[in-house]
């Protein structure tokens, strides 16, 4: 990762990709969000979390909301975040966006200063305290 110039030491430049789906949203008979975390996963992407949202608007579909957990209907908003150095993301983002495309959705991606931390188990093991 590169080290920004005059920042903090530690903090390194970095990008956070956010994609906005539906739950519903599939892909080869396969939840999108799911098939979305293998490929970061697979790719050795620095990680990836998927929010579930209480409700959500956009210009091209009518409100979706959650009714709840038990929601049978699934219409209920998603964002997949995705953080990694630049060219990490850079590879990404062609199969990302093909899939985006079929189901419709959006992708920002933002330039972030961030702090690594090693969870306690895997700090242990590589050597890191």
């Not at 080290?3 to 008979?29: C, M, W, Y």
């Not at 060219?87 to 419709?104: E, F, H, K």
Request: hydrophobic fraction near 35%; avoid cysteine; charge should be negative.
């Amino acid at each position: 990762m590169n080290k920004k110039p005059g920042t903090n030491s530690g903090f390194e430049r970095v990008q956070r990709l956010t994609i906005h789906i539906k739950q519903a949203d599939q892909v080869d008979d396969h939840p999108l969000y799911l098939r979305m975390l293998e490929l970061v996963r697979d790719s050795g992407t620095a990680g990836a979390t998927v929010l579930k949202g209480v409700a959500g608007y956009s210009v091209s579909s009518h409100l979706s909301e959650s009714a709840g957990p038990a929601d049978p209907q699934q219409d209920t908003p998603l964002l997949v975040v995705i953080v990694d150095r630049a060219a990490q993301l850079q590879d990404l983002i062609p199969q990302l966006t093909s899939w985006v495309q079929v189901n419709g959705g959006m992708m920002t991606l933002e330039d972030l200063q961030g702090y690594h931390f090693l969870h306690p188990s895997k700090a242990k093991s590589s050597g890191h305290a």
